[in-house]
């Protein structure tokens, strides 16, 4: 069955076989995040404003786009607790309101499993066993307090939540710097009677359930095998970067050319934003932006207000109007050969 066709239909093909009950959504995912301009410096003042320029950029989409917070909206910078905005977010369900009233989706991205200082207010045996900073998800209690969670994002009104940083949260390490080993020695869930797998997927399966059949999920930092079929978007790769292009060039680009063949299978499959600050010049971050707009992938835009002239800004109303029917299908020509 596989004799007549390139090894990307093949890996595609081969990605589908083995996940048939992958999550799809009603429509295209795209849209703005805050995070490669911003970087978890933000004020729900400044969200609106985003909101604002996200909706004009696509004026006239029938398929409306995302205005995704990202990281810097609760109390501590990448931490909890998650039950309120910090000093500059004075009313989240609110900024969800003013979001949907633009005629825009509104994302929030969460940390669910750190909690360094004890900030998050559970009791102290809910953390980790080999390290105090961590949530240990093998526990119940923990599992409800991250349904709650979940549960109060969407009492807030927000359609999309992005959980992030799972992966070396539980296990101590980013997925990328472990090509051999999952964790270190000498350490283990307080339940000792399931794999890590299970364990994991049981989180996952926790977020999946108490978000409910119409908020979108996207998971990053996720295995992708076990969040397939959990998660509408997974994250493919390490983050891209809005200050230094190699590193959007190694992890976004790579990972799109890559991870492709998981695109409608396992999950819609998410290369990163496209960071635009102006801080490396335009004829990459523009290459990069129209690559993912024509992808048939999702596309989350980071841009740093007031940067760009009317030809750029042009060219960014054609990526959001392409990206959000999401009809292409791209294939890498050289992944074989080069990075």
């Not at 998660?231 to 590193?247: E, K, P, Q, S, Y």
């Amino acid at each position: 069955a596989y004799e007549n066709c390139t090894a990307f239909e093949a890996g595609s093909r081969f990605c589908r076989e083995m996940c048939a009950d992958g999550l799809t959504t009603p429509f295209p995912v795209y849209g703005s995040n805050n995070w490669y301009y911003a970087y978890g410096s933000s004020s729900q003042r400044e969200i609106e404003e985003d909101t604002r320029i996200v909706a004009s950029l696509c004026e006239g989409n029938e398929n409306r786009p995302f205005m995704v917070i990202d990281d810097g909206w609760s109390p501590n910078p990448k931490n909890g607790p998650w039950n309120r905005g910090g000093e500059t977010f004075p009313d989240m369900a609110g900024l969800a309101a003013f979001i949907r009233a633009q005629n825009v989706r509104p994302g929030i991205w969460v940390r669910y499993i750190y909690d360094e200082n004890h900030v998050c207010g559970v009791p102290d045996d809910w953390h980790m066993a080999h390290d105090a900073s961590f949530l240990d998800p093998s526990r119940p209690e923990v599992l409800e307090y991250i349904r709650e969670t979940t549960r109060r994002f969407v009492r807030w009104g927000y359609q999309l939540i992005k959980f992030d940083c799972s992966t070396q949260d539980i296990l101590g390490r980013r997925g990328y710097k472990v090509p051999y080993v999952v964790a270190e020695d000498g350490w283990h869930f307080q339940d000792r009677s399931r794999t890590s797998a299970e364990i994991i997927v049981d989180f996952y399966r926790a977020v999946r359930e108490a978000a409910g059949e119409e908020t979108i999920l996207i998971g990053c930092a996720t295995i992708p095998h076990l969040c397939a079929g959990l998660v509408h978007l997974g994250r493919t790769g390490a983050d891209v970067n809005g200050r230094n292009w190699d590193i959007t060039r190694r992890m976004g680009v790579n990972t799109l050319a890559f991870r492709m063949l998981e695109n409608g299978s396992f999950f819609a499959a998410d290369a990163d934003c496209v960071g635009i600050t102006g801080l490396f010049p335009w004829r990459f971050a523009g290459q990069w932006l129209d690559l993912l707009a024509e992808s048939g992938t999702p596309m989350f835009v980071s841009c740093k207000p007031g940067i760009l002239d009317e030809a750029q800004l042009a060219q960014l109303r054609r990526a959001f109007a392409r990206n959000s029917v999401q009809k292409d299908t791209l294939i890498p020509l050289d992944w074989m050969e080069n990075v």
